[in-house]
């Protein structure tokens, strides 16, 4: 049994954890932490877990858990993971990381976006978990930066297709729409009821901090420069991602060879659902899942390739993708505790 610890247990992320870790039938679940609610029954910050999770929320001690806890989940604010992560680490704990903390390989890129690196020693070693794509790395890693929720939705279709040199790496675009709960529990006037009620449109639009992220898990794989155009959109409803990529096809590219090239990567994933020409994924088909479905569409004239890919945000965008890895990194089926739907309507 791989004993787990959930560190920052009260957000939605930290809620979907408990939740895969409390049905998952080769992890147990030893204790989960949060400063804002010490002393807290897990219970009372979220009633649908009554009957199934009993656990009362502690103060964050690397030292208490050490011996009773085989791996942590940092669902944590970016910028105060990377204070935590050493701690566990010294008494042989391993991390899986939400945040952005541990994503970057350059630490640089990381200072531009965030703040100045704390453990920028652990960059060195840690492995950026996007599972299909670094499961080798994934295997013997003891720390992971797990991707984020747009990020995963763009980098596993594009992936592909930039190693093959199908698409050309210069004007990628990525217009992309994700449910409220991506924007996390804390309050905010943005994410208020009133706002985001019958409303949609784009923001920070130019200046997302999963631009650069995205960028060099791109440029990576084309093995030059990538620079995408992110234009992220708010839309309302609490759960799901969909992100629209256009990209131009090189000279002598045909959409079988697309076709083809998605199977070869994906074809044997149990997460990846490529969808049939002329069918497209939508929020409510990847709801409550751990599956990323891809699409798209070829325009023969001008060359142009239309990707859609949805993840639901909270699971194969944050908690189900940390269970994925944590599932590589103790050599069990990783489909364990994933293979079902939680919400199929």
């Not at 029954?41 to 979220?46: A, G, L, N, P, V």
């Not at 669902?75 to 952005?100: N, T, Y």
């Not at 297709?161 to 449910?179: A, M, R, Y």
Request: hydrophobic share 40%; charged share 20%.
């Amino acid at each position: 049994m791989i004993k787990t610890a959930i560190i920052g247990a009260s957000g939605y992320t930290g809620l979907e954890l408990v939740k895969l870790i409390s049905n998952h039938p080769k992890a147990s679940l030893e204790a989960v932490t949060s400063n804002s609610y010490q002393g807290k029954s897990f219970t009372d910050i979220y009633p649908s877990m009554r009957g199934f999770e009993s656990l009362v929320c502690t103060p964050f001690d690397a030292k208490t858990l050490s011996g009773n806890v085989d791996v942590a989940f940092l669902a944590l604010p970016h910028k105060v993971s990377m204070a935590f992560a050493p701690q566990l680490l010294d008494q042989g704990i391993k991390v899986i990381d939400l945040s952005a903390d541990f994503r970057f390989e350059d630490l640089k890129t990381y200072e531009a976006v965030y703040q100045p690196h704390t453990a920028p020693e652990l960059l060195e070693e840690s492995v950026y978990g996007l599972c299909e794509i670094s499961r080798e790395k994934i295997r013997k890693a003891r720390i992971i930066g797990n991707p984020g929720c747009y990020p995963t939705s763009i980098l596993l279709p594009m992936v592909p297709l930039l190693k093959e040199k199908l698409i050309s790496p210069q004007g990628l675009v990525s217009d992309s729409k994700s449910g409220v709960s991506g924007a996390g529990r804390a309050l905010s006037l943005t994410t208020h009821f009133c706002e985001v009620n019958e409303s949609f449109g784009p923001y920070k639009v130019g200046n997302h901090r999963h631009t650069p992220e995205i960028n060099e898990v791109l440029s990576i794989a084309a093995e030059q420069a990538v620079s995408l155009t992110f234009v992220p959109h708010l839309v309302p409803v609490t759960r799901g991602m969909v992100s629209t990529i256009y990209a131009q096809i090189r000279k002598g590219v045909d959409e079988k060879q697309i076709r083809d090239a998605f199977h070869r990567w994906y074809e044997n994933e149990p997460f990846i659902r490529i969808l049939p020409g002329g069918k497209y994924p939508n929020m409510s088909h990847i709801k409550g899942t751990n599956c990323c479905d891809i699409g798209f569409h070829l325009e023969p004239d001008s060359g142009r390739l239309i990707v859609v890919s949805a993840i639901d945000n909270l699971l194969k965008g944050a908690a189900g993708q940390a269970v994925q890895n944590m599932n590589i990194m103790f050599s069990i089926d990783e489909k364990t505790g994933l293979d079902w739907v939680q919400t199929p309507l």
